[in-house]
Nanobody
């Protein structure tokens, strides 16, 4: 069964950090660019970050540049999103998704991503 499973979400205070993981089963991530998206209550889903299949190229939304870092370990079939200096406006459900290509789609539009995880909740609050 093909699956992408996100983990690592939770409740954190402003200024804190979390590391999200996206683990694949049933298929190999190494051939695909992987993106992280998020959806806050009442808002549309937005692209956060993307990493190419080799890990050599990354993109970030302006709102998270300098605070979030995307990385991948193809040997573990896993992609990570390190989130530092978290703000209340980062509160959302975070999803990982596999693009149907090795390079990151620009712009980061949902239709370029063919397989999605179920999401993990991140809440930033004091």
């Amino acid at each position: 069964q093909l699956q992408l499973v996100e983990s690592g979400g939770g409740l954190v205070q402003p200024g804190g950090s979390l590391r999200l993981s996206c683990a694949a089963s049933g298929f190999t991530l190494r051939y695909y660019a992987i993106g992280w998206f998020r959806q806050a209550p009442g808002k549309e889903r937005e692209g956060v970050s993307c990493i190419s299949s080799s890990g050599g190229s990354t993109n970030y939304a302006d709102s998270v540049k300098g605070r979030f870092t995307i990385s991948r370990e193809n040997a573990k079939n896993t992609v990570y999103l390190q989130m530092n200096s978290l703000k209340p406006e980062d509160t959302a459900i975070y999803y990982c998704a596999a693009a149907g290509r090795s390079s990151c789609p620009i712009p980061m539009t949902e239709y370029e991503y063919f397989y999605w995880g179920q999401g993990t909740q991140v809440t930033v609050s004091s």
